[in-house]
């Protein structure tokens, strides 16, 4: 089992930046995929960054690239979304998740855990 808590998240002006952290507990962390996904009001969640267990690959939605970035420290089973140029479409409830598996996927039906997602508003 994987327990995933997310902070980071808030209220910032359009052009802003936060960087979302997500700390993990229980079963081996260095060893699992790590994904960002994001939520906003009457919408389907959907992906934003994935990380696989070693930091070598990462891959982003379109909507956020040369924006976001993914990373991870697994000497402190954290990783990161560190989120620049915010835009008000950004808003959005973000959710960390971890897979069982090494690589990284953009597919949210492959993720295992789920943290309980941290807010982010961006105002214009």
């Known amino acids: 089992q994987v327990r995933l808590v997310e902070s980071g998240g808030g209220l910032v002006q359009a052009g802003g930046s936060l960087r979302l952290s997500c700390a993990a507990s229980?079963?081996?962390?260095?060893?699992?995929?790590m994904g960002w996904f994001r939520q906003a009001p009457g919408k389907e969640r959907e992906f934003v960054a994935t990380i696989s267990w070693s930091g070598d690959n990462t891959y982003y939605a379109d909507s956020v690239k040369g924006r976001f970035t993914i990373s991870r420290d697994n000497a402190k089973n954290t990783v990161y979304l560190q989120m620049n140029s915010l835009k008000p479409e950004d808003t959005a409830d973000y959710y960390c998740?971890?897979?069982?598996?090494?690589?990284?996927?953009?597919?949210?039906?492959?993720?295992?855990?789920w943290g309980q997602g941290t807010q982010v508003t961006v105002s214009s």
């Open positions: 229980g079963r081996t962390f260095s060893t699992n995929a």
């Open positions: 998740a971890a897979t069982r598996r090494p690589i990284a996927t953009t597919r949210l039906r492959e993720y295992d855990y």
